[in-house]
């Protein structure tokens, strides 16, 4: 099937069935946020858009965010990143000490909380003044400047964060943290605190889909072998413990966030981005895997 | 690159170099094989075939078979196989009962030990005379009837099959078995003794390079979705704990077997057998992976 | 209190309280037990006998016999003993895999499943016929008879003991059984499977409150240091994951089993067994674990 | 034997022996103490005393005063204590994240690290002025104004600390801490740093030698039930996971420190303090393990 029709029947399907997810709760940004919101945006390499429902409201990213900062931190270290963090999905809960413990403070890989940790705890390393170096360099790529942190759910973030703090002092127990734990950890709060709209996110996502170039501004973001990787490590590990489930059903990369978003990408034809509060039993967004599992099953999207 | 200058050029590099792996000795049969042997054959959908060293001979491809029973037990049992056995990567080492009791008799997905004695027990049911009718089936794939167990690894496997005992009691246990234990074991070594050359083995796969359908028979194997599903959980969790570094550096689905086989697969373009003796601390043949790594970033082979 | 007033209180109270355990039901012949059934007999060192309830009618000890086992395994093998198997507290469940992957099959003491396998083990090894054997050995310690196995029980057990089955396969893989498995699992299920009544019980362990030394007979059944060190034993094992909860409160050592019986001995004073088939949630008899707390703070009883 | 005979033996032959211990050096103050240093001082419930070696100088207690923080929060909160921290043994190292997590935040026992950080937390509630109130009370306990914290030892275990920083934190995600995670953190540190000597050691244990009430000065320090279950916790979670080994062989409720010294008593009869600053591979003093066991063997003494 078009892109088209099958995106407008995938958004007409989702609209009228009942939500049966929970909107996260551990913090009040989040938990007082409007359960029926539901955006999709779409953006195609050749620069088609469709969009639906509320594509054009900013909400909080969260762990979407930590691809944006992987990104840096590769382009910045290069291959001895994965000395300190590895690539390997996790098979566990995404902010579980045991694994941590299990391998000597070296997390599993980037996309979970610890392994985001140890790439702000290279960036606060790397960067002057770093999160204002870091939300232009997210303001570059998403070639839009209204991108920012939201300081409330920063904040908020950190007066909740105490198994986060428990994660980095492991790690700096076993001598993977450099930097100055609170230090870190505030710029990791802050990472998770960035807003965008769906069409926002689509659009920030879209060299992903060009191996490694901005299809619009032509720029290169990263090479095309870490491009590559990039998609890889979020076919892998970018659902948490429900990565294969995702890989299984939606069959392309992706990451989502406990704000109810989720980026997908499938390189060489599409960037999509879907926002719906609730989250399923894993804490990822229902309707948002239930979109990519639709829509990608309607039009024979896959990697695979 | 073209196919054939990379495969050449790459054949040629390993062929040379120092391998520092070693070959698996838990088992009399495997631990006796000349560890210079070293057999590529790569075929491409359109039917080109490139081949290297000892690439007509026959070797224990032991787990890669793995895959070829899930998917005659995916086409018996349709998705309620799920019921069963998870699609997550495994985050442990292949054989290990840690995640299997924490899981409750649930494995994590049918390419580990305890997953693929799932699927054993779901053919053992589901076949008359289960052992010659499976390897019947196995002819028909590929197309070769010449196919066939080595008895003698199989009596070998199952003498050192204590660990493999252990999993299927603690499933049983559970409830996650029907069949009786020794005979379902017995299938299951009889399974991981199956012989082909590498020309066999990289013939046999190319149903998954092709969404299913044998590209020289035209017969189709299984369905379009199915095969894209078995080829997600070859990327997922083909090489135990090593999967993710795999993905990363290879890029498409794959499998390995202790008897230093390994197949690949890059739908729509070819399927590839590498068979190099000698393991690397993960337990997946050293060469085999660097041979993957080296042809597929020389042609830009990747699912990504 | 005189043991007198406080034997009679502690029953009168027991009796009339409502239990809120459940009966053992994985094998019929356990679950099939009236679960008013209560009897408790106390042996005092100069050979007082209180008595009460049901304490004349046999029941199956189940894993307090692992004591006796383990006693007669370690004057066989004295010290090295320890080198298959360890003396620390398990801290988890009494049929756990985890950890004994985590040990390479050696098991963390020998009142746990695991850990009484490779004792019987050991004895399989040591006796000539070694069921009979064994039984003779038991029947001289009690100075009686009449104490036998249920073959009935035996074998039931065997039809559900999948779980030992897997953890005697485990060991062996990693090379800590010596014996054929189904013969030393056979083994086991006899031990599991004899039978005594309260007085018998009572009687048998007089050996372990005299210092090895049975103080009717005047036979040494083992030496000073090693009859203290069975009673260690006892106090940090002898009731799985609820070992520190039962010293706590009761104080002296003791083994449960899990078909309502339960052993505790206080050096120099005296030996007690109490059955009542309901078991509390971590399979220890509600009534005999309630009867020991209150019997000891009474007439405090204690080793510290 | 008698003691005065069997202390004189002992320390006569532990004196010579080559110790392969390791000394303490993860902060530079427990590193720079001299190896050779050896004293013991035991008392009699009757008011004997034998010492040796260097019993008079000062050390660092480290975790042996847990015992006595527990001592105090056990008074203050009574049986609800036992809500927030279990009684059972650790079986695992004794800074283990991964029980704690599984666990869900209750820590095993009052004598790991964990739980030593939640009794803290209640000291720091209940105590005006903690750290000072805490010396106070010691001192009282050890009838000696001179017992202090070491400052340097405080501020450079905090420099070292960031496990402890991983557990507390941990801890408070799971709702298990009340307090300021870094003024309960300060507590703690400064709890590890208060010296004794070996005679002030021994001296200050003698309470739990007679059932909660100092002998000398006749004031009650805890209820009887109170004393023997403090000495049950040390039986059973004295010595990390060498708890069990150390109750075998000993057979005394005891507790370990990494300054190198060890307290164990026999109830009813002595208190002994040990101190050799090279630890075994269990983390205890290897002499002071020996100079236990030799001593309480030779002079038959064990609880059990």
Redesign the interface.
């Known amino acids: 099937m078009e892109y088209k029709q099958a995106f407008s029947n995938t958004c007409d399907f989702l609209s009228k069935i009942n939500d049966p997810g929970k909107v996260a709760s551990y913090i009040p940004e989040l938990g007082s946020v409007d359960p029926n919101k539901f955006g999709v945006h779409l953006t195609t390499l050749n620069g088609e858009n469709f969009s639906h429902g509320d594509f054009n409201e900013k909400f909080s990213i969260q762990s979407i965010a930590k691809v944006l900062s992987l990104v840096l931190a590769y382009e910045l270290e290069g291959e001895k990143l994965w000395k300190r963090v ?7 809960a995404f902010n ?4 941590l ?2 391998d000597k403070g070296i997390p ?2 980037p996309l979970i909380n610890s392994g985001a940790l140890v790439v702000c705890d290279i960036l606060v390393d790397h960067l002057q003044n770093s999160k204002q170096t870091f939300i232009e360099y997210i303001r570059k790529i998403a070639d839009n400047h209204s991108i920012n942190y939201n300081e409330k759910v920063a904040q908020s973030e950190k007066e909740h964060g ?2 986060n ?3 980095i ?2 790690m ?2 076993y001598g993977n943290i450099d930097g100055n ?1 609170d230090e870190v950890l505030d710029f990791y709060f802050h990472l998770c605190s960035i807003e965008m709209t769906c069409s926002e996110l689509s659009r920030t996502f879209m060299f992903l889909v060009n191996d490694g170039v901005d299809p619009f501004t032509e720029e290169r973001v990263i090479s ?2 870490k491009s ?2 990039i ?3 979020m ?3 970018g659902f948490y ?5 995702f ?2 059903k939606v ?1 392309i ?1 992706g990451k989502s966030g406990v704000g109810g978003g989720i980026i997908a990408v499938l ?1 060489e034809h599409f960037s999509v981005a879907v926002w719906s509060p609730p989250l399923n039993e894993k804490g990822n967004s229902y309707k948002g895997m239930r979109f990519l599992e639709m829509f990608n ?1 309607a039009t024979d999207s ?3």
């Open positions: 590895g690539v390997e999905p996790s098979g566990t579980s000490l045991v694994q413990e299990h599993r890989n105490y198994r703090a428990a994660l002092n492991l700096k127990a734990c095309t072998e590559k990787r998609n890889t490590l076919q892998l590990c413990d429900e990565a294969g489930e890989s299984f069959g990369p390189p099953q896959s990697v695979f």
